[in-house]
């Protein structure tokens, strides 16, 4: 099966071609970094208008790479949400137009769920149950996925998700956008034992997560501390190396020790550790070491699979179309749009038979 996937979700413009839902034909991604940068963060009208620009040539641009025409594709699958409406927009009406104009079925995908798909390429198949971290710009949850398609978030973010609080402190401290790769790169230079930052606790004793106290800590200090933030073009000073790489490394610790926490209380038979932020070596390496603690195998995307991409789109709706699923002309975007369709009760989840993606 030969699956057309659009993701358009927030400022990534995407398009891919993917067989079968396990190889990749074509990925096409166009990123409007340049446009936001200049503001620190996506700017939702620009957004949108550069995903109209966009999604025509990107989408030929996809099957010219495949090097199949439009009418060899047996299914279109896009993003419907969670997102900034006016992009999901673009994508949804565009891919409605194509499977009316094509004759072709057309399935909705949820964001968060291409994530979670984002594994699928190239690794071994997911032994479930599954437990997802995904970790972006705009997510952080932990999954339980008892089967494939079946979803209960045991974790959230109560505040900031980590990839936004990345972002919000590395423009506190004059380091540009998007702050993730950027605040990798001078870490490694970095003493992540420079400043210590608490974990935050939750009153309620929840596997949830908290990235505004963090953020707020980072501000304190560097007001305190009278740190200058990086002025443009400059190599950043060591004080913000070593507040970078502190910073860092309490991020990491708060998403690995929550998904360890939670894999302990799930028995989880493959951990999944994706979205963007899941391009972070530190993160990797400390998911990795957690998984050997655990017994169980860790799956990561490659980083261009980390990131916003159409193939993780594709890969889900491969599975909705090969089930039969088929949405109406009435396929619209959801922006608050929520992955979870369980429940149950925990100890009915873990008597669930294991089953292979
Ligand atoms: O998944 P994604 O492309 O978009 C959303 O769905 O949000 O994730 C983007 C986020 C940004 O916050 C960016 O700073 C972060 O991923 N990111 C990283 C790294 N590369 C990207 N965070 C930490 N380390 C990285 N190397
Ligand atoms: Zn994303």
Redo the contacts with the bound molecule.
Sequence with gaps: MLALGIETS?DETAAAVIRDGREIVSSVISSQIKTHARFGGVVPELASREHLDKIVPIVDEAFTRANVTQNDIDGIAVTIGPGLVGSLLVGVSYAKAMAFALNKPLVGVNHIEGHIYSVCFENPPVEHPALALIV????TNIFYVPTPGQYKVVSRTRDDAA??A??KVAKMLGLGY????I??RLAREGNSKAVKFALPRMGDNRPDFSFSGLKTAVTKYVRESGLQPASNGEEPSQGIKDLAASFQSTVVRSLVTTMERVAKEYHPQTLIVA???A??GALREASRMAAERLGVPVYFPSPHLS??NAAMIAAAGTVKLQAGERAGWDLNADVMLRLQNLEVEDAELRKHVRYRL
């Excluded at 972006?136 to 997510?139: A, T, V």
């Excluded at 998007?178 to 790769?181: Q, S």
């Design positions: 927030c972006s710009g705009g997510h990839g936004e990345v972002d998007p702050g993730g790769p605040i990798e979205g963007g932020v391009c972070n990131t916003d």
